[in-house]
Structures are given as C-alpha cells and as structure tokens.
C-alpha cells in the first residue's frame, strides 16, 4: 500500500483534551451492577460488597467520571427506593429491562464506590414517571448540608457530609418511543426545564445536560436537539448524544468508515448549540456529552423475563470492533473544543470491556484501545493533513485507510492511528511542520489475525495490546508500519 502522511502543525490547536471524555457508565441492567461490580457472594468482594478484581482492571481504564443509574432505568426509577437500610428497600420490578430490582445498590453504594475509584459522579434523574420535584429532592439528599428533610436523611444513613455531585443529566433518552415516559418533544422541554431551574435554585453549581437525540438515524434527528437547545437554553450546560455502532451486513470495510458518521453527528450537534448561543444573544457555549457510545449489535436482548440480574446486551468484541471503538475516540479527540464528556456504555458485562463468568473475569478486545487512549491523550488535539490512500464506500465515499487524531502535550506529540485495511501493512510518516521529532517515549499496539478474532475465556489473550518499538526518525519526521486492521498509540518526543 502506498504510505500515508500525517502532518501537523503545533499550532494548530483544536482544543484542550478534556480527560472526562474517558467517563464510564454504570446502568441497573442485566448483571451490570448485581455479578459485575456488585456482588457480596464471590471470593473477590470487598467488605463493601465491590468485585476487587472488576475495580482493579477498571482502574486500567483511567475512568474520571461515571454516569449512573441509566440508562432507560433512570426513566422508572425512584431514588428513594435505594436509600435506607437494606432490609427495609423494596424489590420493583424494572419496566425498562423487565428485569427484578431488589435495590440493594443505590445512591450511596454508588457513592462509596465513586470515592473508592476517585471517579466524579454523574447522576441521571428520572424525567419519565419522575417529577421535576424528585429530582431537585435528590439534590437536597446529595448535595445540602444536614437540617432539611432529604439531607438528614442522607446524614442518617450515614453520610453527614454533602456529596457535592456536580453533574446531572435531565432524563434519559427521552425522544425514544420505548423510553417510559416518551412524549412530544415540548412535553419534555417543559418538564426538563422545571427540573433545571428548581435544582439549579438549590445548587447554583450543579452543572445540567439535557438529553438530545438518542441517535442520529432518529427521524426526529436533529429537530428534537433544536426544539430542546431553543427552549432550555442558558439553563443547560451540556447536550446529551447517544450513538451505537454495528456490522450488521458483515462488510468490515464499511463498517470501519463508519467513524464518518460519528464526525458527522458530533459536527451537527455543535453547529446547533453555536446557532442558539447566537440566537439567545448568550455568552455561554453548551457544550456536548456523549454520554451513550459503544459498539452494539449481536446481542439484542433486552427483554430479562422478570429475572434478578439475567444476561442481557452481554456482547463479544473482536478485533474490528476494537478498531470502532478507536474510532470514536478518535473523533473525540478531533472535536476536543466541542466533546467534553464521553462515556462508554458500559463497563462490565453489559456491552462492556469486561465480562464476568462466576469468579472469572475475562478482558475483552475493546478494553485496549481504551487504555491505549486514555493513557495518553493529555494535552491540546491538533488538525491533522492526512495525505494517503483509501477506498471507496457506498455511504461515505473516499475513506482513508488510517484513521488518526494527534495530542500535543508536553514537549511531546501522542499519535493514534489505525490500519482499517484487511490484508495490507500501512507505512505512515509523522511531519511537524514546525519542529522535529527525535525519539519514542513509548508506544502500543494492538492487533490480531482476523477481523472477527475475540477473546474467550478459553482463549482470553488471543487480542491485547503490546508494546511497539519500531519507529524510525529519518529527517525530523516519525516513519512506522502498522499491521492490518491495527492500533497504534505513539508518545514521541518533540525537538
């Protein structure tokens, strides 16, 4: 294949690389919670009941910030249900998921165990059979020092200092005719305002993201963002935007160019909340949270038959798979003035990097390209010049064989690209256009022998990330090959 050349210029700056877009997502669904991160019974659990083997890979991951309880969840749940001793909450039954929910795991679980992993708590409130009144009561109960009702209640289970959460996502998914509680775009407009103003009253330093489009194949796409943006507007700080991913016509080549779309959406949704800054006269830019991503499609069921925990969206990932997921961090990056929040969906057993089978916890394909990320993208994104080969698709057109996004931190460049090529090696040259670049700091790769190839707990190796050496300097520049269908993620030192 003919080389591909990536030029970049230091300042060109995009924006500053917000680290909470490595943020995870925790919902009440299928054995997410209950046999994932939760689970007294096995020889792993911590004296709080927390897997210590799930929490020490998860740690791998470099999480900042987790949205928790949903999800679809969130429209049918009430908080108070999982606050107070444990024998005295009530079993629901859970409409989302059809699933039962004892309740065992609630607020201030889910607090301990943020503390526990140092991550930032981002709470969804219910706006499906909820009331915007609940919701500002919830704030009360996390976030107010003791002498009120809620906040005593708090203080009696426990807790007497305030949680201080910061972020609060507006409902869930509200466009979406299976969202319990779904209705006209107006009907939630009204009630997401009434919740913003009366928990922003309380707590003038919360910050709010509203739901947007749960999709951008949704036919309301982007009208329900603009009706939304047009009516909240100051009162919001962020936008939600939800996007999952599959390769349902087993064409790999399609597949990966899929990352086009995720430009695409993420660039619509900005060009909106830019229109209504200007169109409310406002000095204040809402920003997007991309707060549902992830790979999802051989697994669709959905339905857990009132079971407790059932095995629901349990997905295997392969190598291409892992490419998507590089995809959309990739484009991430690429839009770091835009995304400041991103949280994958989710992380055990559900759609997840990691599945647990009894006591066994098995790392799948998805979780490297994750740490590859993660691990280093800290500093300003650049504009890219990509100047390489490609090939053509049917929805997108021309695709460039490698797609790639570029750090600059500190005296250094991070680089992560991919080979969405089946069978060809990828020779890709690095260029600044105003320095130099003179060594490898460190650098990863992942790869593996076929597209579909998965780890198993047979076979749980079979995909991970190695360390990669082979890069040349000839002339200033950065000269490597990455293998088919591979990721690579450079830290190279900048004269």
Known sequence: MKETKITVHTGFKIGRVDPRIFGGFLEHLGRAVYQGIYEPESIHADEHGFRKDVLQTIERMNIPLVRYPGGNFASGYHWQDGIGPRESRPCNYDLAWRSIEPNQFGTDEFIRLCRKMKWEPYIAVNLGTGTPEEARNWVEYCNIP?????????????????FKITYWGLGNEMDGPWQIGHGPVKNYAVRALQAAKLMKDLDKSIQLIVCGSSSSKMESFPDWDYEVLSYLGDHIDYISLHRYMGNNNHDTPAYLAETRSIDNQIETIDALCRYMQTKHRSKKRVYLCFDEWNVWYKNQTVDGSGEFAPHLLEEIYNLEDALLVAGFLNSFIRHADAVKIANIAQIVNVIAPLITRGDDLLIQSTFYPFIMFSGRAEGFSLRLKIDGPGYMTEEFGEVEYIDSSAVLGDGCLHIFACNRHLTEEAEVIISIADGELVSLENGELLCGP?????????????????????????????????????????TLSLK
Request: hydrophobic letters at 35%; proline letters at 14%; zero cysteines.
């Open 146 to 162: 003791p002498g009120t009702t809620y906040s005593n209640m708090r203080k009696a289970n426990g807790n007497d200092a305030p």
């Open 450 to 490: 076929g597209p579909e190839a998965a780890n198993s707990f047979e076979q749980p190796d079979l995909l991970k990330s190695i360390p990669f050496t082979e890069v040349q300097f000839p002339g200033g520049n950065a000269r490597f090959k990455i293998p088919p269908l591979g990721i690579v993620a450079l």
